[in-house]
């Protein structure tokens, strides 16, 4: 059996979003990511930092209920793509099912970044980041994007990261979360409400 002590912990801090609209069991939003987050830590993730849970509109609107979304501030044992993949394999567990993109979701965990990583490169990060929105609903990449080319423009994301890293910086447009959170319409910041 492997020894975890010995396997290294990632450097680099890894910022993940979570969020549900669906209830899990018939619990409520926030025992689901309250959940996930012990699930997160039993997998062998060391959480660094929580979020406040915040109430924000579906997305896209009228795609389903409203969300609870919360972030965390991590490291981890493994490489991005590893993590990923344990997260994925938590939502799995919590009835996740990826079956339409932009559906609704008993949980979510999005790998927002990793330090100041761009993956797979900075040619593939700007083709996701530039994707035409016609497009973005429709098209899923076929590795993992870091940061997440969206995460600027959603303050679902950026409200909850604000709370535990506001001067992470995004390695690519070069803003820190509380200046790319500021820079959205008011009406968008607004929309996400603390709990």
Request: hydrophobic residues 45%; glycine residues 6%; aromatic residues 6%.
């Amino acid at each position: 059996m492997e020894n975890k002590l010995k396997r290294p912990i990632h450097e680099s801090l890894q910022l993940v979003a979570l969020g549900a609209n669906v209830p899990a069991d018939g619990e409520t939003l926030q025992h689901t990511l309250i959940e996930a987050v012990k699930a997160i830590a039993r997998m062998g993730f060391s959480i660094r930092a929580v979020s406040r849970f915040f109430q924000t509109p579906c997305f896209p609107v009228g795609a389903g209920p409203d969300y609870v979304n919360a972030a965390l501030a991590l490291r981890s044992p493994w490489d991005p793509s590893q993590s990923l993949a344990h997260l994925h394999a938590i939502e799995a567990d919590f009835g996740r099912e990826r079956t339409q993109r932009w559906g609704q979701r008993t949980l979510d965990l999005d790998l927002i970044a990793v330090g100041d990583m761009i993956l797979p490169d900075a040619t593939g990060f700007d083709a996701w980041y530039a994707l035409d929105p016609a497009l973005q609903a429709k098209a899923a990449p076929d590795c993992l994007i870091l940061p997440h080319p969206r995460l600027q423009d959603r303050a679902f994301v950026l409200a909850p990261l604000a709370d535990i890293a506001p001067d992470w910086r995004h390695p690519v447009l070069g803003q820190s979360v509380s200046a790319m959170l500021s820079r959205l319409p008011p009406d968008n910041i607004a929309s996400a409400t603390p709990i």
